[in-house]
């Protein structure tokens, strides 16, 4: 259980344009859901935090017009990198959990991450 | 604000030697702690947490981990090193009574290289 994907694992995008990342919790509700950025050899760096039916918190210095996050659902969060360029290109992961109070309550399911690649 | 250290970029370790990757860490709570594991070109997999109860945490693949309040530290720990075990490992906090945010912050990474 606790399986989160992501869609798609990479994308290759013309400068100038916008690319949608989603992020879904497949066996679980998640009422918040978390999305980072890693640069290469270096840790994860969060960007947003995303509840559901509601607006996404920004961490400091993240530009929210240019990373849109929406969670409509409580299995869907999806960030969209608008007007990207090359220097947004990075390995972006998500992470969901668990609304519920349970075992896993404190515990952050990641996705296998997507590879953004801006030429 | 919290904040985790992982003081060594690279540990190396032969096959069949027991194996240590560093991890402190700064809450100004109490704090949930998690060790995870990253291959390349992969998100995060799990190896284990502590939350409350026992000190010496044990986990997935034969790791463990000893929650030290004292000295703030939570390093992870392995018997027996297996070529496999070669990754990136990543030490993150929570701050158990920050119930809003719930977001975890990570060390830079240690990457543990072993040899055949």
């Known amino acids: 259980g606790a399986v989160v994907s992501q869609h798609p694992s990479w994308v290759i995008c013309k400068s100038g344009t916008s690319v949608k990342i989603e992020c879904r919790s497949l066996d679980f509700q998640a009422t918040t859901m978390f999305w980072y950025r890693q640069f290469p050899k270096q840790s994860l760096m969060l960007m947003a935090t995303?509840?559901?039916?509601?607006?996404?918190?920004?961490e400091q210095g993240v530009e929210k017009d240019k990373f849109l996050i929406n969670h409509a659902s409580l299995t869907l969060s999806t960030l969209t990198v608008t007007s990207a360029h090359p220097e947004d290109s990075s390995f972006y992961i998500c992470?969901?959990?668990?609304?519920?109070?349970?075992?896993?309550?404190?515990?952050?399911?990641f996705g296998p991450g997507t590879r953004l690649t801006v030429l | 604000a919290q904040s985790v250290a992982q003081p060594e970029d690279q540990v190396n370790v032969a096959e069949g030697n027991p194996l240590t990757v560093k991890c402190t860490y700064s809450v100004s709570g109490n704090p949930y702690l998690f060790w995870y594991v990253q291959y390349p070109n992969r998100g995060l997999q799990f190896l284990l947490k502590y939350i409350t109860g026992d000190n010496l945490v044990k986990g997935s693949y034969g790791f463990e981990a000893e929650f030290n309040k004292s000295q703030t530290s939570f390093h992870l720990k392995k018997p027996s090193a297996l070529v496999s075990d070669s990754a990136l490992y990543f030490c993150a906090v929570r701050d158990r009574y920050d119930t809003g945010r719930r977001a975890l912050t990570f060390g830079s990474g240690t990457r543990l290289q072993v040899q055949p």
């Open positions: 992470s969901a959990n668990p609304g519920v109070v349970t075992s896993s309550y404190n515990e952050q399911f």
């Open positions: 995303s509840n559901e039916g509601s607006k996404a918190t920004y």
